[in-house]
């Protein structure tokens, strides 16, 4: 086998194993994908200063979030279905992230429960939540999330409504993946998938099974998601969520100072400047582009975590550069996920951590306490 040199190689791997239908949703965005291909590009675009002449011998890659140490600074993003690129793909990622050193969240919309991790595990973990509009659906996932020792919950504001992946749409994405005649012969080429898939401890939405026991299809899933999510969620509702949550409390999909500034109101202990992948609002701007602006305006009064576009260790550098304290992976330890269980996972973190340690000699860094904002400047020109 040749060597595994880049997160590409993994996402390479990912889309030779998964069924067409798998790997789409992973790899795509919504509608156009012009929010997903703005947050790789503008990433891209940024420019490191190289810093010689600096004595770079002892550098110190670790961190902690928000209080929980991180051998490097990023976590493992949440990430629903999960589950359906590897068999117990949750439990798997999760030990990944554990015998590595970073912290791992675990999406409401995993394959996986909240229980399997923690059992799987035996170490804490954050869980992201979605708010649902019958509260004691919210107050049973957030009483799961608080027995199973989870050190942070993480509250994702963008899914007023879901975002159009139209490729999902075309491929009859649905959970457990439905055998069309179409779906059942682009299975029967990934066999590989298809038969390590039998492994699997569970079929359908580990953390909802009761709620969502009659959804077959992506279009009921669909309704069942528009008829769950609730628009009128507002920061009343965030203050709500603080009220039943004891621990650290992450806010995940900023993109505006103001809500930054109203999530240190609400009681926040840190926020994640995110668009979500480019999975949400298509036409967003990339998140690395609004991060300076919402960093300068908070970073003194709560932690600012990043992600979106993150594919490189070089990214993670960038990201700290542009003010965030540390940053969360979604697609790329995925792929790595995808391509080879919790092997493929703990290599997308050793390639992240490899990356990072280079690429901190040649920007002259020791730490990354505080990356100086001259070490990344805007070149337009890729
Ligand atoms: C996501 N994301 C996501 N976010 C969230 O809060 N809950 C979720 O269940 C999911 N599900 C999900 C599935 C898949 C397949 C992807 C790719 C993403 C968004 C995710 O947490 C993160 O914000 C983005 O993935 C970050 O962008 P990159 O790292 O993928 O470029």
């Not at 020792?149 to 409504?161: F, M, N, Q, R």
Request: proline fraction near 4%.
């Amino acid at each position: 086998m040749k060597p595994i040199t880049s997160i590409f190689d993994l996402e390479a791997m990912a889309k030779d194993r998964l069924p067409a239908v798998i790997f789409d949703y992973v790899h795509g965005g919504s509608e156009q994908q012009i929010t997903l291909q703005r947050n790789v590009n503008d990433m891209r675009a940024l420019a490191l200063r190289q810093h010689d002449l600096r004595n770079v011998a002892d550098r110190k890659l670790a961190v902690t979030m928000v209080g929980d140490p991180a051998r490097i600074p990023l976590a493992i993003g949440p990430t629903g279905l999960a589950g359906l690129t590897w068999p117990n793909g949750e439990c798997e990622a999760a030990r990944a992230a554990a015998d590595f050193g970073v912290p791992y969240c675990l999406s409401t919309m995993s394959i996986n429960s909240i229980e399997d991790v923690a059992e799987a595990t035996g170490k804490p973990f954050w869980f992201q939540l979605y708010l649902m509009k019958e509260h004691n659906v919210n107050e049973n996932l957030i009483r799961r999330a608080h027995d199973a020792g989870c050190s942070a919950l993480v509250l994702t504001l963008d899914l007023h409504v879901q975002g159009k992946r139209w490729a999902d749409e075309k491929n009859g994405l649905s959970v457990p993946p439905k055998l069309t005649l179409h779906n059942a012969v682009d299975m029967a080429k990934h066999m590989g998938w298809m038969l390590s898939m039998v492994k699997s401890k569970r079929r359908t939405f580990g953390n909802l099974e009761h709620e969502v026991a009659q959804v077959k299809n992506l279009s009921a899933l669909t309704q069942w998601i528009e008829s769950q999510f609730d628009p009128s969620f507002d920061f009343d509702t965030v203050k709500w969520v603080r009220k039943q949550w004891d621990r650290k409390l992450i806010l995940k999909g900023i993109m505006l100072a103001d809500d930054a500034r109203l999530a240190i109101d609400a009681g926040a202990d840190a926020i994640i400047v995110s668009n979500h992948g480019g999975r949400q609002l298509d036409g967003a701007p990339s998140s690395i582009s609004v991060l300076p602006g919402i960093a300068d305006a908070v970073r003194d009064r709560i932690e600012v975590l990043f992600d979106g576009g993150i594919r490189t260790g070089a990214d993670i550098v960038k990201a700290l550069g542009r003010g965030a304290h540390a940053c969360l992976s979604g697609r790329a330890c995925l792929y790595g996920l995808a391509a080879n269980g919790r092997e493929g996972v703990d290599c997308a973190l050793k390639l992240f951590e490899d990356e990072l340690n280079d690429c901190m000699a040649l920007t002259g860094l020791k730490t990354l306490d505080h990356v100086p904002a001259e070490a990344v400047t805007a070149q337009p020109s890729l």
